[in-house]
């Protein structure tokens, strides 16, 4: 018996599609990377920022002094604010604050001279300029596409 043409184009359509679904959905999707990544090692008190996976910049920060402590763990940003005043610390400038755990932000300091060194109350701290640098990077990729490491 001889198989007509529009059939023989029907089972090949359809063996196509089926092979076309079986590879779409065995393959799991790979977990999106953050567009921005923000990884603080607190025993070196340096940043490093990436984006898009490639290494942008490296900042010295300042974590918590002995008796307080910097939350570990990863994180998203919470909150953005581009000017903001402490309301536990005698109202302490924090300017382009990034709320990343509860009350914890990434913020610039006017103490710039202890950058690289643990002073803060648990606050990463860093120069104004770059924290108004990473402040713009969350803001441009958004909160979802930020995160935010912070190791021992």
């Not at 090949?12 to 076309?20: A, K």
């Not at 679904?21 to 490093?48: G, H």
């Not at 913020?107 to 803060?120: A, D, K």
């Amino acid at each position: 018996m001889v198989e007509s043409k529009p059939r023989r184009r029907w089972a090949t359509l359809f063996v196509g599609l089926m092979v076309v679904a079986a590879t779409w959905f065995a393959t799991p999707a790979a977990p999106a990377a953050a567009a921005v990544s923000v990884r603080i090692d607190l025993s070196e008190q340096r940043m490093r920022v990436s984006i898009n996976g490639r290494s942008a910049y490296s900042w010295p920060v300042s974590t918590a002094r002995p008796g307080y402590r910097t939350p570990t763990g990863t994180f998203h940003p919470i909150r953005l604010e581009r000017i903001w005043y402490s309301s536990i610390y005698d109202s302490a400038p924090m300017p382009y604050s990034i709320f990343f755990s509860g009350g914890y932000a990434i913020h610039g300091t006017t103490e710039i001279r202890n950058l690289g060194r643990p002073v803060s109350h648990g606050c990463v701290r860093l120069h104004p300029g770059n924290a108004q640098t990473l402040f713009n990077l969350v803001r441009k990729y958004g909160s979802g596409n930020t995160l935010i490491t912070i190791t021992r």
